[in-house]
């Protein structure tokens, strides 16, 4: 039972193999298997490369067996097409389209499996790939708030820097006034007069200046910090917006360039495999001499031949006598219509003369 799906998976007429040796039956039903498997490695790799696109194991699944079966019926049609000739040359010319189609099936069998495979090493790739573009990210949305955020930051600094250089003159200003007070600077002369209430006069007035301006700057620097605050917000809301963008970048295309980047010998080892499946039933009808099955088949399509040239040319022949017999049908009758159109004119005439005659002879009468 195994063996005869295997023929029929092979493209062979299984009517003219069941006449044929049971080596020639092992022969095909071993191409069969290789068509068979084929196609069951490409279901497996176009569900798998799917998957990784929709993330839905049943389309996956659907559309893998979809193009399982195309490959399979592409295989064996190849296989089936190609037949033993007296020459090798012209084998191979025959193949070589075949050849050609078989190596791209295997391209593409051959790439998802490779992704598997390599999957490990692939998202570790995808992960550096990731954190790059992560960093990148943050910088190219920083480069729209950093520098507004920076200047805000340095007016908040200019404040208090205003402040602090305030402050260090009101300090100033009260070293004075005690220093006078003691009398170690100014007038010196120890106690309160004149000239410490002068200075002690201008420090209050610069202390209220410096209390007016703290709550002044503390409103401002406190405007300048909501609005850092909603700078930065906005900063870590696009960065959470962008984020899903980069960790979602795993999908087929990135994979095929995250294993470009890796070495390439492996993955041309892989592809040899499959090309070698592939192509092994090609390669092995080319490479195998005429045996049973090719000589009953060509006998076969040569009485198909031999038997179709036959009706061509009987139909030919018989086209040929139908014309010739139409034409001398059709001679036959033109010759007799000459002749009826010849006797009628003849009549005509002899009528004429005939009434030409009874009307003289009527005139005679009359006179």
């Given at each position: 039972?195994?063996?005869?799906?295997?023929?029929?998976?092979?493209?062979?007429?299984?009517?003219?193999?069941?006449?044929?040796?049971?080596?020639?039956?092992?022969?095909?039903?071993?191409?069969?298997?290789?068509?068979?498997?084929?196609?069951?490695?490409?279901?497996?790799?176009?569900?798998?490369?799917?998957?990784?696109?929709?993330?839905?194991?049943?389309?996956?699944?659907?559309?893998?067996?979809?193009?399982?079966?195309?490959?399979?019926?592409?295989?064996?049609?190849?296989?089936?097409?190609?037949?033993?000739?007296?020459?090798?040359?012209?084998?191979?010319?025959?193949?070589?389209?075949?050849?050609?189609?078989?190596?791209?099936?295997?391209?593409?069998?051959?790439?998802?499996?490779?992704?598997?495979?390599?999957?490990?090493?692939?998202?570790?790739?995808?992960l550096e790939e990731k954190n790059t573009m992560t960093l990148d990210n943050k910088n190219q949305i920083g480069l729209q708030y950093t520098p507004k955020i920076v200047e805000l930051t340095s007016q908040k600094e200019s404040l208090k820097k205003e402040v602090s250089q305030k402050e260090g003159e009101v300090n100033a200003l009260y070293s004075t006034y005690i220093a006078e007070a003691e009398g170690r600077e100014g007038t010196k002369l120890l106690g309160k007069g004149p000239v410490y209430n002068e200075k002690r006069n201008k420090h209050d007035a610069m202390l209220m200046e410096l209390q007016e301006l703290k709550t002044n700057n503390k409103e401002k620097t406190s405007v300048i910090e909501n609005q850092i605050a909603t700078l930065n917000t906005t900063y870590e809301t696009q960065l959470l917006k962008t984020q899903p963008i980069i960790d979602g970048f795993d999908g087929l295309m990135a994979r095929v360039n995250a294993l470009g980047k890796l070495a390439w010998l492996p993955s041309f080892f892989i592809f040899i495999l499959f090309l070698a499946i592939e192509t092994s039933p090609i390669l092995a009808k080319l490479l195998a001499h005429k045996s049973e099955y090719d000589f009953k088949l060509e006998n076969q399509e040569s009485e198909v031949k031999n038997w179709v040239q036959q009706q061509v040319y009987e139909r030919q022949n018989n086209l040929k006598t139908n014309n010739a017999i139409s034409n001398k049908v059709y001679a036959d009758i033109q010759e007799a219509e000459e002749s009826y159109q010849y006797k009628k004119k003849k009549a005509e005439e002899l009528i004429r003369v005939q009434a030409d005659v009874f009307y003289e002879n009527q005139k005679n009468v009359t006179v």
């Amino acid at each position: 039972m195994l063996k005869q799906f295997f023929i029929i998976c092979s493209g062979a007429d299984t009517d003219l193999l069941d006449n044929c040796s049971k080596g020639e039956q092992t022969k095909y039903a071993g191409i069969g298997a290789t068509v068979f498997f084929t196609a069951v490695m490409a279901f497996i790799a176009a569900s798998y490369a799917l998957y990784t696109v929709f993330d839905t194991l049943i389309v996956s699944i659907g559309f893998g067996l979809v193009w399982g079966l195309l490959i399979f019926n592409l295989d064996r049609f190849i296989v089936s097409t190609i037949k033993k000739r007296d020459n090798f040359m012209q084998e191979l010319l025959q193949a070589t389209p075949r050849i050609i189609l078989a190596m791209i099936i295997a391209v593409v069998i051959s790439k998802p499996l490779e992704l598997k495979i390599f999957e490990k090493e692939i998202n570790q790739v995808l992960l550096e790939e990731k954190n790059t573009m992560t960093l990148d990210n943050k910088n190219q949305i920083g480069l729209q708030y950093t520098p507004k955020i920076v200047e805000l930051t340095s007016q908040k600094e200019s404040l208090k820097k205003e402040v602090s250089q305030k402050e260090g003159e009101v300090n100033a200003l009260y070293s004075t006034y005690i220093a006078e007070a003691e009398g170690r600077e100014g007038t010196k002369l120890l106690g309160k007069g004149p000239v410490y209430n002068e200075k002690r006069n201008k420090h209050d007035a610069m202390l209220m200046e410096l209390q007016e301006l703290k709550t002044n700057n503390k409103e401002k620097t406190s405007v300048i910090e909501n609005q850092i605050a909603t700078l930065n917000t906005t900063y870590e809301t696009q960065l959470l917006k962008t984020q899903p963008i980069i960790d979602g970048f795993d999908g087929l295309m990135a994979r095929v360039n995250a294993l470009g980047k890796l070495a390439w010998l492996p993955s041309f080892f892989i592809f040899i495999l499959f090309l070698a499946i592939e192509t092994s039933p090609i390669l092995a009808k080319l490479l195998a001499h005429k045996s049973e099955y090719d000589f009953k088949l060509e006998n076969q399509e040569s009485e198909v031949k031999n038997w179709v040239q036959q009706q061509v040319y009987e139909r030919q022949n018989n086209l040929k006598t139908n014309n010739a017999i139409s034409n001398k049908v059709y001679a036959d009758i033109q010759e007799a219509e000459e002749s009826y159109q010849y006797k009628k004119k003849k009549a005509e005439e002899l009528i004429r003369v005939q009434a030409d005659v009874f009307y003289e002879n009527q005139k005679n009468v009359t006179v």
